[in-house]
C-alpha cells in the first residue's frame, strides 16, 4: 500500500489478545514514521521502530485516535507526497550491452548500504508492449532509441499499463516514454540477453 500510494502507511489486525491490535508501519523518505508515532506513545501498549519503519500494539478502541492524531499533526506538504527517485546516472539505452551487465552484476550483493545503481533515459519509444504471466502482471517491452532495439520487463505492472492506455488513448505502441531501469540479463535456453528491468516509467 505504501509503495502503490506513496504515503506513510500503518497496518493492523487484531490479535483477539485482550482487546489489543497489532501491525507494523511503512513510510516514505519525508515522513519519519517512528517519531510522529513516538508522540502518541502513551496510548500504545508497545511500540518501537526507526524513521522508515515501527511495530506496535494498541488498544482497538484507541485506533481512530491513533489514525486522527497522525493525520491531523502531519506537515507533510504536497511535494514531499510526491515520490522521487534519485537516479545515479543517465545513459541512452542505445548505448548499453550484455558487457556492461555483466560487469554490474560483479558488484552484487546489493543491499541497504550498497544499493543497486539506477539509471534513466528520455524519449524512448515502445516498438511493443504486452502483458504476460499466468496472472497478466507483467510487462513486457520492446524498447527502441537511436535503430537499436531493446526488451524490457517490468513486474507488478497493472498500474503502470493501464496508465499508458489512459495516457495514449489505448494506442501504446510508437509513443515515447522516459524510463528509469537497471540493466540486467536474461538467460532462456543458454543464450544471455541484455535485458532491462524497469523501476519506473512516465
Given at each position: 500500500i505504501k509503495?502503490k500510494?506513496?504515503?506513510?502507511?500503518?497496518i493492523?489486525?487484531?490479535?483477539s489478545?485482550?482487546?489489543?491490535?497489532?501491525g507494523?508501519?511503512?513510510?516514505?523518505?519525508?515522513?519519519?514514521?517512528?517519531?510522529?508515532?513516538?508522540?502518541?506513545?502513551e496510548n500504545?501498549?508497545s511500540?518501537?521502530?526507526?524513521p522508515?519503519?515501527?511495530g506496535?500494539?494498541i488498544?482497538?478502541?484507541?485506533?481512530?485516535?491513533?489514525r486522527?492524531?497522525?493525520?491531523?499533526?502531519?506537515t507533510?506538504?504536497?511535494?514531499q507526497?510526491?515520490k522521487?527517485?534519485?537516479?545515479d546516472k543517465?545513459?541512452d539505452?542505445?548505448?548499453?550491452?550484455?558487457?556492461?551487465?555483466?560487469?554490474?552484476?560483479k558488484?552484487t550483493?546489493?543491499g541497504k548500504?550498497?544499493e543497486k545503481?539506477?539509471?534513466?533515459?528520455k524519449?524512448?519509444?515502445?516498438?511493443?508492449?504486452?502483458?504476460?504471466g499466468?496472472?497478466k502482471?507483467?510487462?513486457k517491452?520492446?524498447l527502441?532509441?537511436?535503430?537499436v532495439?531493446i526488451?524490457?520487463?517490468k513486474f507488478?505492472a497493472?498500474?503502470?499499463?493501464n496508465?499508458?492506455?489512459?495516457?495514449?488513448?489505448?494506442?501504446?505502441?510508437?509513443?515515447?516514454?522516459d524510463?528509469v531501469?537497471?540493466p540486467?540479463i536474461n538467460?532462456?535456453r543458454?543464450?544471455?540477453n541484455?535485458?532491462?528491468k524497469?523501476i519506473d516509467?512516465r
Amino acid at each position: 500500500i505504501k509503495e502503490k500510494y506513496y504515503r506513510p502507511t500503518i497496518i493492523l489486525t487484531d490479535s483477539s489478545t485482550q482487546g489489543l491490535a497489532k501491525g507494523s508501519g511503512r513510510s516514505i523518505e519525508t515522513y519519519n514514521i517512528y517519531k510522529e508515532v513516538l508522540k502518541f506513545k502513551e496510548n500504545l501498549e508497545s511500540f518501537g521502530g526507526h524513521p522508515m519503519a515501527c511495530g506496535l500494539s494498541i488498544n482497538i478502541n484507541n485506533i481512530d485516535d491513533l489514525r486522527n492524531f497522525l493525520n491531523n499533526n502531519s506537515t507533510l506538504t504536497k511535494a514531499q507526497k510526491q515520490k522521487t527517485i534519485n537516479i545515479d546516472k543517465a545513459i541512452d539505452i542505445s548505448k548499453l550491452s550484455l558487457e556492461f551487465a555483466e560487469s554490474l552484476n560483479k558488484l552484487t550483493p546489493f543491499g541497504k548500504d550498497f544499493e543497486k545503481p539506477i539509471f534513466a533515459d528520455k524519449n524512448v519509444d515502445i516498438a511493443q508492449v504486452a502483458m504476460i504471466g499466468k496472472d497478466k502482471k507483467t510487462m513486457k517491452l520492446s524498447l527502441h532509441k537511436n535503430g537499436v532495439y531493446i526488451n524490457a520487463i517490468k513486474f507488478n505492472a497493472v498500474d503502470q499499463y493501464n496508465y499508458l492506455k489512459a495516457k495514449f488513448n489505448g494506442n501504446i505502441e510508437g509513443k515515447k516514454i522516459d524510463v528509469v531501469y537497471y540493466p540486467d540479463i536474461n538467460e532462456f535456453r543458454g543464450n544471455r540477453n541484455l535485458q532491462l528491468k524497469l523501476i519506473d516509467i512516465r
